[in-house]
């Protein structure tokens, strides 16, 4: 006997595999998570060796203002910048310029001089082709994201690392961390007195005699009580 069709038997139909957002654990807290589980996206918190969400293969690092800021100070925008190229597409998102100023004439808003945040943000574009987005707040960083992760994913290296610095780089690094030293100030110093040591030793005159103002910064750090 020929089975008939029943019309009104439930088909089983394969519902569409919410996009998936891998983010670093130490985003976890971060409202920009929260808002992403709102817009019904799936999250995988864990260790990610490089940036701080990895979307369809694109891989993220957020910024919000205040701390582009100070990892522009310190140089650590550009280690992890140099990491983020691991990846063939990768974004920088500088979050919150609706609720802080990046840059202004004034330079005691942000501590930089603005044509020193206009110049770095013309390097890590031209210099490093990571391309950037500024976001309102957590809720338009969220969005962004959530659009991407519709997007047609791409490959992700298997190959990612943490770059890891040479001798001269930590050394360099380490001194980049007081305020006011850039890389130039930082090498500069390095090639005349040779180690760190040697700078926090040498006498105030022969510091100012090599970075002028600068040394007043320095030195206020080296003799700051704990």
Known sequence: MKEIFNIFSRRKTKLPEKPKIEIDYREKNSLVVSELIALGLEVEVKELKVADYIVGGT??????????IASMKNGRLLRQLEELRQY???LLIIEGIDEQELYTDSEEVVGMHPNSVRGFLLSILLNYKVPVIFTKNYEDTA??????????PKETPLNVTKKFLSMKEQTQYILEGFPGIGPKTAKKLLKKFKTIKNIINAPEEDLKKEI???ADNLLRIIEQKY
Do not use: Q
């Open 143 to 152: 969005r962004f994201i959530s659009v991407l992760s519709r997007k047609k």
């Open 59 to 68: 891989a993220i690092e957020r910024k919000t203002v205040s701390d582009f």
């Open 88 to 90: 063939e597409s990768m």
């Open 212 to 214: 002028g103002k600068k």
